[in-house]
């Protein structure tokens, strides 16, 4: 566990899961990511950064491409924060490093979010951009999908709309601590509480509440874990083993392998959750090498299907 990771999950519990007790403040939640992402450097000079606008009449969200000079592949992102906060600037940095390793462009998904636009409308926005893909005819074995907290388990959900809707699936999907229940029943919500150094339990079904706004908890395509998970392409899952989320990792992973899905499970002690989307560790950016290194893989191999 390098130095980075001590101070980073120090000031983590302090800052943020001390900060987030009581009731969810919605606009102090964006501020503060917004004010943090203000300070990110841009990204570095061998990634172009191309800004899409928002296209209503198509049915398109807003999003941005992060691309190397020459992409060999595919990254659709979506981003995490509870389906009510984040965004496309918060995540350039991980989108950015995640297009130099993979060899890739990467298309950053600005989703509606909570509690402006409830479930499904993030759904929505993600399988819009995947068929507008496909309508340009980028081949699904050149795409993996990618997400990390809530923006794994709209990765996932995004797979198993397009899997419904008879659409061609991309090669795989890499995920870092996906939120895949939104009932929040996973064990170690409970045995994890003090462990986990950035949320506090009760904050989650409060957030969970916002985005579904009255639809059950349950339903596969907000709370995946209880999808029927036949059909899937390979998942690469990274999580912690001392976050409250991390029964939502491990129920993906034992379900998806019962299904006959390939699904790879990497765990490391002591981490913060969504900790390889944050670039300062080492523990991090190696992560997203090794994540870089399974995407070239997995795209080789569904060409080759």
């Known amino acids: ?25 919605v606009a102090k939640a964006r501020y503060t990511v917004s004010k943090m992402a203000r300070s990110y450097p841009p990204p570095p000079a061998s990634i172009t950064h191309t800004p899409v606008a928002a296209q209503p009449d198509a049915g398109l969200c807003p999003a941005e491409w992060l ?41 950053s998904v600005d989703y509606r979010m909570a509690p402006e636009h409830v479930f499904p409308a993030a759904v929505d926005d993600a399988l819009a951009w995947w068929k507008a893909l496909l309508s340009q005819g980028t081949s699904p074995a050149d795409v993996v999908f990618s997400g990390d907290s809530a ?23 890499v995920l870092f601590s996906p939120w895949t229940d939104l009932s929040c029943s ?83 002690a002591r981490m913060p959750h969504v900790w390889p989307t944050m670039l300062m560790l080492p523990e991090a950016r190696k992560t997203l090498t090794e994540c870089g290194d399974w995407i070239a893989r997995t795209t080789a191999q569904a060409q080759r299907a």
């Open 186 to 268: 996973g064990e170690t919500m409970r045995t994890l509480a003090d462990a986990d150094v950035m949320f506090n339990p009760e904050s989650l079904p409060e957030a969970a509440a916002l985005y579904l706004a009255g639809a059950p908890a349950q339903t596969p395509l907000a709370s995946p874990v209880f999808a029927d998970l036949k059909g899937l392409p390979p998942l690469m899952i990274h999580a912690s083993r001392h976050e409250i989320l991390l029964s939502d990792s491990t129920r993906v992973h034992n379900k998806a392998q019962a299904a006959g899905v390939r699904s790879e499970l990497h765990l490391k």
């Open 151 to 173: 923006g794994g388990g709209l990765a996932l959900a995004t797979l198993l709309a397009a899997r419904d809707q008879g659409l061609p699936l991309p090669a795989g999907a």
């Open 1 to 25: 566990m390098s130095i980075q990771a001590v101070i980073t999950n120090l000031f983590l519990r302090w800052k943020f899961k001390r900060g987030g007790r009581g009731p969810l403040d």
């Open 67 to 107: 691309s190397v000079a020459q992409p060999r592949r595919t990254v659709v992102y979506f981003h995490g924060g509870g389906y009510f906060f984040c965004g496309l600037d918060t995540h350039r940095p991980t989108c950015a490093y995640l297009a130099r390793t993979a060899e890739a462009r990467v298309l």
